[in-house]
C-alpha cells in the first residue's frame, strides 16, 4: 500500500450531469477526508467520516454533494446536477484517528480535477 | 478573519540558497498543531514539516526547518540549500485543538509559489 488513491485523475462533464469520485485511502488509516482546492486557493474542508461514519459536513456540502465510505475502506463523492462552479481539484486524504501516530497530520492523494464545461 | 496567512503569492530563489516562507495564524485555543505541505504541478499534497503550540524547539526535517515564534503567532517555513525539484505550491496549515481531540479538521492558506532558479 504506497499512498491514498483517487480515480479519476481528471474529469470533463458538462453541466447538470453527475459525477463520482473515488478515494483508496492508505489501508490502516480509519479517518477519511475529502476537500475541494479551486484555482489560488489552499484546499477547503468538505466533509470527513471515521470508519464509515460521516462525522462532519461543512457548509460548503451542498445537498447536490453526497459521499459515503459504505465499508469504511474506500470512499465515493457525487456530486449530481454539476455547475460551474463545482470546478476544482476535489482532494482526498486519509490518517490514522488522533494520537495514533506522528506526525498528526494527512496523507494526501494526487486528487481528482473536475472541469465542468 | 483568516485563520492562516501567507502574504507571499511567489517567491524567487536561486538554487543552492535558503529561503523564508511566511505564515501567520490565529486561534484561541492553546493547543494547535501547525503543518507544511508542498504541492507540485501533479497536485499531490505532501507532508514537509510539523510543530506542536506546546513543542518547545523548533521541528527540523532535513533541509526543511520551521520558525516556531508563538507570541509573533508566526510559522516561517525555512528552505535551506534549495534545490530545482522544490519549485511548487507551499501550504501552511493549522489544526485547532489538541492532537488526541476528536475531530483533526485541518484548515489551509492560500500558498506561496516558489520558483527555484538554476
Known amino acids: 500500500d504506497t499512498g491514498v488513491s483517487q480515480d479519476p485523475r481528471h474529469k470533463i462533464t458538462k453541466r447538470g450531469q453527475n459525477v463520482t469520485f473515488r478515494c483508496d485511502p492508505i489501508s490502516e488509516h480509519n479517518r477519511l477526508y475529502w476537500y475541494r482546492q479551486t484555482l489560488g486557493q489552499g484546499p477547503e474542508f468538505l466533509t470527513y467520516?471515521?470508519?464509515?461514519?460521516?462525522?462532519?459536513k461543512s457548509r460548503l456540502l451542498s445537498d447536490r454533494f453526497s459521499a459515503e465510505r459504505p465499508k469504511g475502506s474506500f470512499s465515493t463523492l457525487e456530486i449530481q446536477r454539476t455547475e460551474q462552479g463545482d470546478s476544482a481539484m476535489y482532494l482526498c486524504a486519509s490518517s490514522l484517528a488522533a494520537g495514533q501516530g506522528y506526525p498528526y497530520g494527512y496523507t494526501f492523494g494526487s486528487g481528482t480535477r473536475l472541469t465542468v464545461v | 478573519a483568516q485563520k492562516i496567512t501567507q502574504t507571499q503569492p511567489g517567491m524567487f530563489v536561486q538554487e543552492k540558497e535558503a529561503v523564508t516562507l511566511d505564515c501567520t495564524y490565529d486561534t484561541s485555543d492553546p493547543s494547535y498543531g501547525l503543518f507544511w505541505y508542498k504541492q507540485p504541478s501533479s497536485g499531490e499534497m505532501i507532508f514537509l514539516i510539523y510543530?506542536?503550540?506546546?513543542?518547545?524547539q523548533n521541528a527540523t526535517e532535513g533541509r526543511y526547518s520551521l520558525n516556531f515564534q508563538k507570541a509573533r503567532k508566526s510559522a516561517n517555513l525555512v528552505i535551506s540549500a534549495s534545490q530545482l525539484g522544490d519549485s511548487a505550491m507551499y501550504f501552511c496549515?493549522?489544526?485547532?485543538?489538541?492532537?488526541?481531540?476528536?475531530?483533526?479538521?485541518?484548515?489551509f492558506g492560500t500558498g506561496t509559489k516558489l520558483q527555484v532558479i538554476p
Open positions: 467520516f471515521q470508519n464509515e461514519a460521516q462525522l462532519e
Open positions: 496549515a493549522m489544526r485547532e485543538g489538541p492532537p488526541s481531540g476528536g475531530y483533526q479538521k485541518v484548515t
Open positions: 510543530q506542536g503550540s506546546y513543542d518547545q
